[in-house]
């Protein structure tokens, strides 16, 4: 009656809304301030006051018509035309407005990517474990296929001989998402150099070209180094990106697909992204926020709370005994689960209403996540739960 894929997408829980979802339920049961929630990636700094006032300044000021109406499918112009601004004043690029393909957050815009590039059923995208874990769907749901790179531990780079040996006339794009969710790794200037080698070689052999995708929701979160902007290394770049984490706005859905002039086949490639948002019945994304982002492109996240809470946890867990490296970016700490099995040390964690996430998912089934985008408070609390849990496995 149904199709069984969409059944399933629709009633099985990814393992971090289950954790989340139980966290509310406990939180019921033995109080908010005995659940130590680590499960999901919702900002805790809250949206810039500039955003804020932006929304009170639109609403005053333009006609309700102009603030909700549609916008035409790839965005209003004007607010294409400051990202494209910002961008390059950052990077010292060229793009145009019309580079770039308004989107309801990061998501949208991949999907739309996966089914833009997606020619017939034996197309394959690769990623590198750890993966955003509903990378899996928009590719398989575009009708290609998701490949999959094991993970470089304990580095997380990328596994270079295994990615070249993955690579074959199917392939269509490699997704690069860095910094990274869930490792809060970022990939090295050396890394991206290398990538950008290989896949020229490889688009050469196979005679067209392979994109990278790069999926970057936390460029702007970045507390260690700098993240190469991969579009300086490889002209077949397409970004989708998105507000949700650097503004603090993933409820109201809005980032973008950016197809840089540099990109082979360019219009092509951008029509097919619009075409592919339009039977994806996208539309437009959200009008308000198309207005705010227009005036706010500049803005730039508070990242001290994030700074704090990294060094909280990170030094607490390190103290205690647990393997972590200090994350470079994103919100995310990516731990050893110190009993080898992290499915088995989460449901251990879980007993004591700690949430953690197991790497399962992400591909990697010996690590576990930490969102540490809590409160800080929360962070103290858990520490002693930490290390109890630490004792119990050590016995
Ligand atoms: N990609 C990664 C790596 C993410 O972590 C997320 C959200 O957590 C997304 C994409 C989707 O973000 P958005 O809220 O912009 O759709």
Redesign the pocket.
């Given at each position: 009656m149904v199709s069984k894929d969409m059944l399933r997408y629709g009633t099985v829980r990814s393992c971090i809304r289950e954790l989340f979802e139980y966290g509310k339920q406990r939180s019921s049961v033995v109080g908010k301030e005995n659940v130590y929630d680590f499960s999901i990636?919702n900002p805790s700094v809250p949206a810039p006051e500039e955003v804020n006032q932006t929304i009170r300044n639109i609403i005053d000021e333009m006609p309700s018509t102009a603030i909700h109406g549609y916008t035409s499918g790839p965005g209003s112009n004007e607010t294409r035309a400051a990202i494209a601004d910002n961008l390059n004043e950052r990077f010292g690029t060229d793009y145009k407005f019309s580079d770039l393909y308004m989107t309801?957050?990061?998501?949208?815009?991949?999907t739309a990517v996966f089914r833009a590039l997606t020619i017939d059923d034996k197309t394959e995208f690769i990623a590198f474990a750890p993966?955003?874990t509903?990378y899996s769907c928009f590719a398989t749901t575009a009708g290609a296929k998701l490949t999959t790179i094991p993970p470089d531990i304990p580095a997380f780079q990328i596994n270079f001989d295994l990615l070249e040996k993955s690579i074959n006339a199917n392939t269509q794009g490699v997704i690069v998402?860095s910094p990274?969710?869930p490792s809060g790794v970022i990939y090295t200037e050396e890394t991206i150099k290398k990538l950008a080698a290989l896949l020229k070689k490889k688009s050469a052999e196979v005679g067209h070209p392979i994109f990278i995708i790069s999926?970057e929701?936390?460029r702007e979160l970045v507390y260690e180094g700098t993240v190469p902007f991969i579009p300086h290394y490889y002209s077949n770049t397409i970004i989708?990106y998105?507000?949700?984490?650097s503004l603090s706005l993933?409820g109201e859905?809005i980032?973008y697909a950016l197809v840089p002039g540099s990109v082979e086949d360019h219009d092509e490639v951008y029509n097919a992204i619009a075409g592919a948002g339009r039977v994806l019945g996208y539309v437009c994304a959200p009008s308000l926020m198309q207005h705010v982002i227009a005036r706010c492109a500049n803005v730039k996240p508070d990242l001290k709370p994030y700074i704090a809470n990294r060094e909280l946890i990170h030094n607490g867990l390190t103290e205690i005994g647990y393997n972590c490296a200090k994350p470079s970016g994103?919100f995310y700490l990516f731990m050893e689960a110190p009993n080898g099995d992290a499915k088995s040390f989460s449901d251990m964690a879980k007993q004591s209403d700690l949430l953690i996430v197991p790497g399962n998912d992400f591909g990697c089934s010996s690590y576990v996540r930490i969102s540490y985008c809590v409160d800080h408070d929360m962070i103290k609390r858990s520490l002693p739960v930490f290390k109890k849990l630490m004792e119990k496995i050590r016995g």
């Open positions: 990636g309801a957050g990061a998501a949208a815009a991949l993966f955003f509903e998402n990274n969710n999926d929701p936390y989708c998105s507000y949700s984490k993933p859905r980032g994103a």
